[in-house]
């Protein structure tokens, strides 16, 4: 027989309630605001559990160096966190859903790289104690995701808390959800709210969001956009799921009844002494907001700048920004370069930002959507190295199936996406709305290198300038181009390897023995010396970098390697499928042919000055 919950007046919610030690950065955050919150809004308590039950989840699993997140997915907990579970899980009213967020020691409210997880308690307490736990495990796995990693570019893993609230709402037939939630936050000097019906949960489609900054922020201007939002995000109360429900007529005069509570959050967050990162929900059965999270912020100071006279060709201007101030690079990455774009170009782009620095990122709204059917979006995996990233917003116009072919990130929503990634990362952030973007494309000249199915890199210097009160990007001087590509050298990589290896092991061939060492010489001694910061590394390819890597004594040995390895091409699949086309193209050369021969001639070059 199943292990019911006693029904007793729970303090879940209403008071503080800390297990283990190190409560975690948002949690600690969180009971130091409710201390001084200002009049008109009030501050949701939970269950904060230390992160020293982290630290003793990785010690029972052997956990260290290198995790995988995968690990603790299915790891087994700590018996004092079992006994903690059964004490919280007991406290958890039958049928009110529940979040448990992370609360790592390194990171503060609002970036969203640390999943949350929802869950209804059912009353079965065993049942219930189970899925806290799994929840748990997610959680905890999140802090060794790539855009985790990314977020804390290499600084020491220092773990995480857990941070256990009641999900502040009303029932709606089947669902629940509050009236209003959203952010409460300071970018580039000035209040800017991000507000929803529903629930707050980082929708990656912006469009279903009202964004408003500086003396925009009054009810008068968010009754005027209320009728845009026809979705909302609710916890399915059968599931436990978070899902995309329509908001009917009947909903939105429910939520609308809520409105003049905002009031009284604008005033309370007016009246901070210091700039707060805020999230907040909206419900009917409480007079006043709750403060879910809250953060103290940092601002960096608001650059008073003024365009310069170009340096350049303008490629971008627009008004949608985060964070003022100048920067200077090298490298250009377009995702989609007008021609579509695959989630193997999102794959490859956190390749590349991981094997580059200081490049600049563009990239169409669409990648914060599934429409296209695509599983992963942006992240910051994707630019936490770059100086400066460029969306290209277009307003939505159609749909199709239901599923909006576009998104809109026009009005700043672009902006208000990045921004508590951008602004702490000192990253510049431009939202442009082109008339062609494809046009603007075109002004790069030719591709440097293609990535993926339709993405592409320039080698071009840029400028990218944010003032206060819009930004530009110029491009200095024109695209370099190479003779060859890294996509050429990877596959030419790809086929002198499982060659290579084929050959040396053949018994009584010498010739044939001789060749496979060639084919290794130049793979090894010149193709892979081409990038060395591996694959991706695009910025700093050179296909013939290990000509002057080389020291002198080993050039005439390297040159028998070589001009071995050009006498024993035939054996290669590609050379065999030049031959088939050579009579329709009499005077291309075979490009590996061309490139030894050329490396031979700069080898000799070299020898001799």
Request: proline share 4%; glycine share 8%.
């Amino acid at each position: 027989m199943a292990e019911r919950k006693r029904i007793v007046e729970s303090k879940f919610g209403k008071e503080w309630i800390l297990f283990g030690k190190d409560p975690g950065l948002k949690t600690q955050d969180l009971i130091d605001f409710s201390r001084q919150a200002p009049f008109g809004v009030q501050t949701l308590a939970g269950v904060g559990i230390g992160a020293t039950l982290f630290d003793e989840t990785l010690r029972l699993n052997n956990l260290a160096g290198n995790i995988n997140g995968q690990d603790l997915l299915h790891c087994q907990l700590p018996t004092s966190m079992s006994r903690i579970n059964r004490q919280v899980a007991s406290l958890l009213p039958n049928g009110a859903p529940v979040v448990i967020r992370s609360s790592a020691r390194d990171e503060r409210g609002g970036t969203g790289v640390y999943y949350s997880g929802f869950m209804v308690p059912s009353g079965d307490l065993q049942k219930d104690i189970a899925e806290l736990e799994q929840t748990e495990r997610a959680v905890y796995a999140s802090y060794y995701t790539n855009q985790a990693k990314a977020y804390r570019q290499g600084a020491d893993s220092q773990g995480m808390a857990l941070l256990v609230q009641p999900v502040i709402g009303d029932r709606f037939d089947n669902h629940f959800m509050p009236a209003f939630s959203g952010v409460m936050t300071m970018v580039d000097g000035k209040p800017t709210l991000r507000l929803v019906i529903g629930l707050g949960t980082k929708a990656v489609d912006m469009d279903e969001a009202i964004v408003l900054t500086g003396n925009d922020i009054s009810i008068n201007a968010i009754s005027q956009r209320l009728g845009a939002l026809e979705k909302a995000d609710a916890i399915n109360l059968s599931t436990g799921h978070v899902q995309s429900i329509s908001i009917t007529d009947k909903e939105r005069e429910r939520v609308y009844g809520q409105l003049s509570k905002l009031t009284l959050l604008f005033d309370a967050y007016r009246k901070n002494k210091q700039p707060f990162y805020w999230e907040f929900a909206i419900d009917e059965q409480n007079k006043l907001p709750f403060i879910v999270q809250a953060a103290p912020e940092q601002q960096k100071n608001v650059l008073k700048l003024e365009f310069d006279k170009p340096e350049g060709t303008i490629l971008y201007e627009g008004k949608d920004i985060v964070n003022t101030g100048v920067k200077k690079g090298r490298g250009i990455f377009v995702v989609g370069a007008g021609q579509g774009y695959s989630s193997e170009d999102l794959h490859i782009l956190e390749a590349l930002n991981k094997a580059s620095k200081n490049f600049l990122l563009v990239l169409p709204d669409t990648v914060f959507t599934k429409a296209g059917g695509y599983e992963q979006q942006i992240g910051l995996s994707h630019f936490s190295n770059a100086s400066g990233v460029v969306e290209i917003q277009i307003p939505k116009v159609s749909y199709a199936m239901g599923i909006p072919i576009t998104i809109d990130h026009t009005k700043n929503r672009g902006g208000t996406h990045f921004s508590e990634l951008c602004k702490r990362k000192d990253i510049l952030f431009l939202g442009v709305q082109p008339q062609d973007a494809e046009a603007d494309i075109s002004q790069l000249g030719k591709m440097t290198e293609r990535f993926g199915s339709g993405s592409g890199f320039w080698d071009v210097d840029y400028k990218m300038t944010n003032t206060s009160s819009g930004g530009r990007v110029e491009i200095i001087g024109s695209t370099k181009l190479r003779e060859y590509t890294a996509q050429q050298l990877y596959d030419w990589a790809d086929e002198l390897y499982p060659m290579a290896s084929s050959l040396v092991d053949v018994i009584g061939e010498d010739d044939l023995v001789e060749a496979g060492n060639a084919f290794f010489t130049v793979l090894n001694d010149c193709v892979l010396k081409a990038q060395t910061g591996g694959r991706w590394d695009l910025l700093n390819f050179d296909p013939f970098r290990f000509v002057t890597q080389i020291s002198k004594e080993k050039i005439p040995d390297l040159i028998i390697q070589i001009q071995t390895a050009q006498r024993n091409l035939g054996l290669l699949d590609s050379y065999v499928n030049y031959e088939q086309y050579r009579n329709y193209y009499p005077e291309e050369e075979f490009p590996f042919d061309a490139y030894l021969h050329k490396a031979v001639s700069l080898l000799t070059e070299r020898l001799h000055t």
